[in-house]
């Protein structure tokens, strides 16, 4: 019960938040209700710190947007405050005791946070795309973070005179896509997002974790999906036949070793279509080899010096050693604190190895074996992988004589986090996917003397799932272990191994999201062997930067139900002549067939699919264990259910309610928005007519001869947009869910477009006559081994446009006059597709009372986009391009305000109001900085007030 007062406060502020949002409805007018929570599915990379008196433990909630402070107490963690902060925080790094940094993963920015006062952001700093991870370090102290080489950061002119700032360069060679901004803690400038020290740049692919020795005087920067040294060699460079010891010449007249290995048929004896092949750099031979061993360096045209980790001087700034070898997929990183050995949590894909299914017919799977759990042990120039799971035989299956169904029991799954006794002798280990802390000697570890199945008598079972940060306590004997599934902080009495405390962090996300997450990454009940999950490839939801060829030879032809493009008999035959396609299509010369087994496909995004339709490369899952239809992506996520078996080798699949949990989480993940578009939406000279030619009048693909009119039915000739369909309240971005005839040797689906942007790294590829570019010679040291299309084997998109099926011609085609220049411009568009959020959802700024004259102006800039008009289905259609909510320290607490856009002024939870201008004011106050964050359309009120 409440007394009257009480009850009559209440009263009157729920009757002020029911008034709120009826104000803030009807201003909206018939614009679509947005959801109030996107989910994006940032990975955690350092989401828990301790103060470094020891006194106080900072955790990122990131699905809240939040950084929270607790204090450390006798019986576990009180919460102190919760500090707004950017949105997808997901790393942490105390610089003193009073002083906090956060990574927002989405908002491409770092909050600093003060802890003294009211606890606060005091300045908001803008960095690179997809930030991920910070350290403090050197001498003067540096801050260090970790982003993608791009984002709209990068060109400000506010830095233009910092070195490592401008231009990304996507369609530049070899250029690393690794960059760590670093920033002065004492001296962050008063320009727009603080003004970096420098830009470092690293020759590797995107980067993830930091890491510093313990003498603070080295950084260690580590690349996160690396690679692994394999590549697609390109269809018509593979002879044809299935022949793998009869070499060929091919169409730039260099001699091959021979055709695919096999076999040629599926186990029905149906004849499988010609596809590329996947083949791995021998670092001994010298030589790019395929699982036969055959030489293929006549067919590549660079070199992946694969280039995982990074040292730097702190001091200097400059790069002092690199490491190779390391992994495939990085994670994080810790030095020994005695020692100063690094270790690296990683896993390495075993791409070469092909095929799903039990490999009775072609006597191979990688069933099982997708992706090993590594700790990586660098000790001066050494590098040395040891493998976690050492104990597992990957050569028995589930259901195979010889199978030992207790080894999941000692396995771990997605090594994350890492900490370090300060003797330098236990490390402990966030397993991810197996809800456990892995336990290890250093000294074991290091010398590989361990053994998993009796070392897992150490390790320490966590509830809630999903274990991501460790910090160790050691004074008090605890580890304090963050878990994503529930999103909660876990207390461990590291002598008994039992957990002590629990805190559950609040939490926005709908019970889908919570249900069906653990769906995508859990090793333990859904995989045979207690190491692969579906997070071994699509990581984070996302991909794995790879190449697999997961084909089924124990599998049978089934229907295609696509709609499809230039598929009727008279448009194959003419096609095929046009094109030079020697060989059936779909191995058959069917057009409504999905044959088992499909060649190297690259790992697609989980992420953004809900509007796709059918889904893998071929749409070949639009027909499976829940039946068949062309466009229902439901239906064709669940049919994802017999990967459980045949991929990851669980003995039975899973549940029908299970699976549709997974469906019903995945479907809800979106991608983040495009970094290389303008924060105001707007297309440069370059991508606006590269727009103008994807969505004109004049047909890029396909046969424009007026006569087929009456021969063949339905269009014979498109323009970019036709396939490719852009059409926002539809969901549509590059794909509408139909499949085509392109010249090549499979009918695939037309896929989405909004992610070319992370592609770029992989330049160099011979002459084959498919494609009109000149052989580019060897292109010397590059930081990626697959580029686009189905399996990665094209190099650029402005090869991809060089395509026979886009040739000029007088009505159809790119330009007959210059096409080059029309094929730079949609190259350019490409790169900065639309997507389902607005560019500028996630930026922010903080105004102090320092730096007014360099903020005002990008204020006024998320004043505008939060008033412009968007369209998006995952939004509800109809909407704005973002809600605009502002905070600022008041009376001793965090005050929220969300832009009420027809009315032009911010509103507070209890409908109280105020200008623009009055806002901005507050600032002028020591202690009263605002921050301003654009978030998803639909989310304003609860981000920014609470409601």
């Known amino acids: 019960m409440c007394s009257k007062a009480m009850c009559s406060q209440a009263r009157t502020a729920w009757g002020r938040a029911v008034l709120l949002c009826a104000t803030l409805f009807a201003s909206h007018g018939a614009l679509a209700q947005a959801p109030n929570f996107v989910a994006f599915e940032s990975g955690h990379v350092r989401p828990v710190a301790m103060s470094p008196d020891r006194t106080r433990l900072f955790v990122t909630n990131t699905p809240d947007n939040t950084l929270e402070v607790f204090d450390i107490t006798l019986s576990g963690l009180a919460l102190r405050a919760r500090v707004p902060v950017g949105l997808e925080p997901v790393a942490v790094a105390a610089r003193n005791d009073s002083e906090v940094w956060v990574v927002n993963h989405l908002s491409d920015s770092i909050s600093v946070v003060t802890l003294s006062g009211t606890p606060r952001v005091t300045r908001t700093l803008l960095v690179g795309d997809e930030p991920r991870d910070i350290v403090f370090a050197g001498s003067p102290v540096r801050a260090f973070i970790t982003t993608a080489h791009r984002g ?102 260099s001699i091959m070793p021979g055709g695919n290995p096999g076999p040629g048929t599926n186990f029905e004896g149906k004849r499988a279509p010609e596809t590329g092949l996947i083949v791995k750099f021998n670092n001994a031979s010298g030589r790019w080899e395929d699982e036969l061993g055959r030489n293929w360096n006549n067919a590549v045209r660079f070199r992946l010096p694969d280039l995982d980790v990074f040292a730097v001087d702190a001091r ?41 299914g039990p490999g009775e017919f072609a006597g191979q799977t990688v069933q099982g074996h997708l992706a090993e759990t590594r700790i990586t042990v660098i000790s001066g120039s050494t590098v040395t992988p040891r493998h976690l799971n050492k104990h597992l035989d990957y050569t028995k299956l589930a259901n195979e004589s010889g199978f030992d169904p207790t080894a999941r029991n000692h396995s771990l799954s997605t090594p994350l986090d890492m900490a370090v006794t300060s003797n330098g002798q236990t490390l402990y280990v966030a397993a991810f996917g197996s809800s456990r802390i892995g336990v290890f000697s250093t000294a074991a570890l290091e010398a590989d003397t361990f053994n998993p199945r009796t070392a897992s008598a150490n390790y320490i079972n966590v509830s809630g799932g999903g274990p991501s940060g460790l910090v160790l306590d050691e004074s008090r004997g605890r580890l304090y272990v963050t878990t994503r599934f529930d999103n909660s902080v876990k207390v461990i009495d590291t002598t008994t191994r039992a957990q002590v405390a629990a805190v559950t962090l609040p939490n926005p996300e709908p019970a889908a999201v919570v249900q069906g997450r653990p769906k995508l990454y859990d090793a333990t009940v859904l995989s045979a062997n207690g190491e692969a999950s579906c997070a071994s490839c699509h990581i984070f939801g996302d991909v794995d930067d790879l190449a697999w060829d997961l084909g089924n030879p124990d599998d049978v032809v089934t229907h295609n139900p696509l709609p499809k493009n230039l598929t009727s008999d008279l448009e194959i035959a003419i096609g095929k002549t046009l094109f030079g396609v020697r060989t059936p299509i779909n191995g058959s010369d069917d057009v409504e067939e999905f044959h088992p087994m499909k060649g190297p496909m690259t790992t697609q995004t989980l992420r953004g699919l809900r509007n796709a339709g059918a889904m893998h490369w071929r749409g070949d899952r639009a027909t499976g264990h829940f039946g068949s239809d062309p466009l229902d992506s439901n239906l064709s996520f669940n049919n994802f259910i017999v990967a459980f078996e045949g991929l990851l080798g669980r003995d039975g699949l899973p549940s029908n309610a299970d699976m549709q949990s997974f469906t019903n989480f995945q479907l809800k993940v979106l991608p983040p928005p495009n970094p290389v578009r303008a924060l105001d939406n707007s297309l440069n000279a370059a991508q606006t007519r590269g727009r103008n030619f994807y969505v004109g009048s004049r047909p890029s693909d396909g046969i424009e001869i007026p006569i087929l009119g009456g021969i063949i039915p339905g269009d014979t000739a498109f323009n970019c947009e036709g396939c490719h369909r852009l059409d926002p309240a539809s969901g549509f971005f590059g794909t509408g869910g139909a499949a085509s005839f392109e010249g090549i040797t499979q009918i695939v689906k037309i896929p989405h477009l909004r992610n070319m942007y992370t592609k770029v790294g992989m330049f160099g590829a011979p002459r084959v006559n498919f494609f009109g570019a000149p052989d580019t010679g060897n292109m010397g040291n590059q930081i990626r081994g697959f580029g686009f299309v189905n399996d990665g084997s094209v190099d650029t998109l402005f090869r991809f446009f060089t395509a026979v099926v886009f040739n000029p011609q007088l009505n159809a085609g790119f330009p007959i006059l210059n096409p080059d220049a029309t094929r730079r411009d949609v190259v350019q568009f490409m790169l900065a597709f639309d997507s389902d959020l607005a560019p500028v959802v996630g930026q922010q700024v903080t105004l102090t009372n320092a730096n007014a004259s360099a903020v005002n102006s990008r204020i006024n800039l998320l004043i505008q986009r939060a008033k412009a008009n968007f369209v998006s289905k995952e939004l509800g259609g109809a909407t704005k391009e973002c809600d605009l909510v502002a905070k600022v320290a008041l009376a001793g607490s965090v005050k929220g305000y969300l832009l009420d856009a027809a009315a032009g002024d911010f509103v507070a939870a209890d409908g109280t109001r105020r200008t623009d201008a009055s806002l901005r004011a507050l600032a002028a106050t020591t202690g009263q900085e605002v921050t301003y964050t654009c978030v998803p359309p639909g989310s304003g009120r609860r981000i920014g007030l609470g409601l």
């Open 316 to 356: 200097t700034l400059s790069q002092t050693a690199s490491y190779a070898h390391v992994g495939t997929t990085l994670f994080n990183m810790i030095a020994n604190p005695a020692t100063g050995k690094l270790y690296v949590s990683n896993t390495e894909a075993f791409n070469l190895q092909r095929f799903e």
């Open 152 to 253: 709209q950061q990068r060109t400000d002119a506010s830095i233009s005179s910092v070195t490592g700032a401008g231009d990304p360069q996507l369609i530049t060679p070899g250029i690393g896509r690794n960059d760590v901004w670093v920033f002065d803690p004492t001296s962050l400038g008063n320009t727009v997002g603080g003004t970096p020290v420098r830009i470092l740049n690293f020759f590797s692919d995107t980067p993830r974790a930091l890491a510093v020795s313990p003498d603070k005087n080295t950084v260690y920067v580590a690349a996160f999906k690396s690679g692994n040294q394999t590549t697609t060699i390109l269809e018509p460079m593979v002879c044809d036949g299935f022949r793998p010891n009869v070499p060929c010449l091919v169409d730039n007249l």
